[in-house]
Every structure is written in structure tokens, then in C-alpha cells.
């Protein structure tokens, strides 16, 4: 049977081709991760973007009560953005209506990276983002506000505001913008954005920077682990021995 050691059920965004399959790379022998997809419209023009983030969620108890029938033991809402788009808390409201419309604990992607933040200690990081720029730097007022005394010293986003596009961009651009944007006074490097492919690149980029490397799919397989209570893979990045 598959899944022996636990079932990870995942949502995600209809156009993200990245996270389903980085889920499955990562997960270690008996651990089987089983999806369900939330419609995004994919739009193009900046002033769109947050009610597209917006729409997509209201589709998120239908999507989490299909998942549910597998009877997983968690349900992660792998999309960055439409997580953190309303501001602090809102992460969590959306992990705990996943609870309430199945009774399986749920969590969102940026839910998932503040813990990951937290469990390092992390007070100064540096942000790469595929976002369009106010995008971004919402991301980086969620964050400073989120976890108290955190600052993000440095941060570059590369402008997309459609999905797809993102799905589309190598592991070796995620590796360039992270080194691009490290700063000596950074102690870690998060590359945010669950369609960006990073699972490659994040050993790598640890040694290259001496810094914990945490990007959002990584981050959100991680906690997915952490309550299944299965070990972390190795070769994902340090994140995992946390």
C-alpha cells in the first residue's frame, strides 16, 4: 500500500506545474502525497493579481474536502501568495478552515515558512522572489510584522505576475537571484513561491553561502513531515534536521 507511513494530502494552485512534483521527489519511502487543485485564473496585468489570489481560495474547502477522502494526515495549501495577500493571520485562518471542513489539520505555504524562520532563530534573511515587485514586497511587511524583530535586509524580485511563466524558470535562476541578493548580514536566504523549482539547487546553495537556505515548497514538505512525525529526506537542505 502506499503510504504506510503517512499520506500527505496536497492543494494546489490549477496552473503551478512546479510543487506536486518536487513533493514527490522529496518524500521518503511510505510517505505518499496525493493532490487537489484550486482554479487561478492567470492574469497578467498587476492590478488583477490580488483578486485572482482571492478567487482562487474560495474554491479551497471544496478542494480540501476532495483531498480529504484519502484520509491523509495533513493538507498543505501550496501557494505562497494567496496566503500571505490579506496580511498576518491570515495564513493561519486558511489552515484552520481546512480543519474545520475535515477535521484534518491543515496548513498553509507561509504558515509553513514563518515556522521554518522561527525554527532556525532567524532574525535577518534575504528574500528572492519570481513575483511582480508589489507582490514582493508585500511579502516582506507580512514578514517583519509575522515575526517579531525580523528584518529582511536585502530582496529581489523578478517581476512575473502570471503563474505559469514561473513554472518555467530553471533551478539554476533560483540559485542566481538567491546569490544576487546575499548580503554579509543576511543569516539566511528564502526563495519564496511554490512554482519556482528549488529542490535541486538548495544543497548546493547552502554550501556556496554558509547560510540555511528555506524555500516555500521545501518549507512546506517540511512541516507536512514534522506532523506526520516521519524523518525529513536528506540532500533538501538543512531545514530537514530542524
Same mark, same amino acid.
Given at each position: 500500500?502506499?503510504?504506510?507511513?503517512?499520506?500527505?494530502?496536497?492543494?494546489?494552485?490549477?496552473?503551478?506545474?512546479?510543487?506536486?512534483?518536487?513533493?514527490?521527489?522529496?518524500?521518503?519511502?511510505?510517505?505518499?502525497?496525493?493532490?487537489?487543485?484550486?482554479?487561478? $485564473?492567470?492574469?497578467?496585468?498587476? %492590478? /488583477? +493579481? &490580488?483578486?485572482?489570489?482571492? !478567487?482562487?481560495?474560495?474554491?479551497? =474547502?471544496?478542494?480540501?474536502?476532495?483531498?480529504?477522502?484519502?484520509?491523509?494526515?495533513?493538507?498543505?495549501?501550496?501557494?505562497?501568495?494567496?496566503?500571505?495577500?490579506?496580511?498576518?493571520?491570515?495564513?493561519?485562518?486558511?489552515?484552520?478552515?481546512?480543519?474545520?471542513?475535515?477535521?484534518?489539520?491543515?496548513?498553509?505555504?507561509?504558515?509553513?515558512?514563518?515556522?521554518?524562520?522561527?525554527?532556525?532563530?532567524?532574525?535577518?534573511?534575504?528574500?528572492?522572489? $519570481?513575483?511582480?515587485?508589489?507582490? %514582493? /514586497? +508585500? &511579502?516582506?511587511?507580512?514578514? !517583519?510584522?509575522?515575526?517579531?524583530? =525580523?528584518?529582511?535586509?536585502?530582496?529581489?524580485?523578478?517581476?512575473?505576475?502570471?503563474?505559469?511563466?514561473?513554472?518555467?524558470?530553471?533551478?539554476?535562476?533560483?540559485?542566481?537571484?538567491?546569490?544576487?541578493?546575499?548580503?554579509?548580514?543576511?543569516?539566511?536566504?528564502?526563495?519564496?513561491?511554490?512554482?519556482?523549482?528549488?529542490?535541486?539547487?538548495?544543497?548546493?546553495?547552502?554550501?556556496?553561502?554558509?547560510?540555511?537556505?528555506?524555500?516555500?515548497?521545501?518549507?512546506?514538505?517540511?512541516?507536512?513531515?514534522?506532523?506526520?512525525?516521519?524523518?525529513?529526506?536528506?540532500?533538501?537542505?538543512? =531545514?530537514?534536521?530542524?
Amino acid at each position: 500500500m502506499y503510504g504506510w507511513r503517512g499520506k500527505i494530502g496536497l492543494i494546489v494552485p490549477s496552473s503551478n506545474t512546479t510543487c506536486e512534483m518536487e513533493f514527490h521527489h522529496m518524500a521518503p519511502d511510505g510517505v505518499s502525497v496525493h493532490t487537489s487543485r484550486v482554479f487561478n $485564473p492567470e492574469v497578467t496585468e498587476e %492590478g /488583477e +493579481k &490580488e483578486k485572482a489570489m482571492m !478567487e482562487m481560495s474560495t474554491e479551497l =474547502l471544496r478542494a480540501a474536502r476532495e483531498v480529504a477522502s484519502v484520509q491523509p494526515g495533513v493538507i498543505i495549501y501550496a501557494c505562497t501568495t494567496a496566503s500571505f495577500i490579506k496580511g498576518p493571520g491570515y495564513d493561519r485562518e486558511l489552515g484552520e478552515k481546512i480543519k474545520r471542513e475535515t477535521g484534518i489539520l491543515g496548513y498553509s505555504t507561509t504558515t509553513a515558512v514563518v515556522e521554518a524562520l522561527k525554527a532556525f532563530g532567524l532574525k535577518r534573511i534575504a528574500l528572492a522572489t $519570481p513575483y511582480a515587485q508589489f507582490i %514582493g /514586497e +508585500k &511579502e516582506t511587511r507580512f514578514l !517583519e510584522e509575522e515575526i517579531p524583530g =525580523l528584518k529582511v535586509v536585502a530582496q529581489k524580485h523578478l517581476g512575473y505576475v502570471a503563474n505559469l511563466p514561473k513554472g518555467r524558470l530553471t533551478p539554476q535562476s533560483a540559485y542566481q537571484t538567491a546569490r544576487e541578493v546575499d548580503r554579509p548580514e543576511a543569516e539566511s536566504l528564502f526563495i519564496s513561491c511554490t512554482n519556482w523549482r528549488t529542490i535541486e539547487i538548495i544543497e548546493q546553495l547552502e554550501k556556496d553561502s554558509g547560510k540555511p537556505v528555506i524555500s516555500s515548497t521545501q518549507a512546506s514538505f517540511w512541516m507536512a513531515l514534522k506532523t506526520l512525525d516521519v524523518p525529513g529526506p536528506k540532500g533538501f537542505g538543512s =531545514l530537514f534536521q530542524k
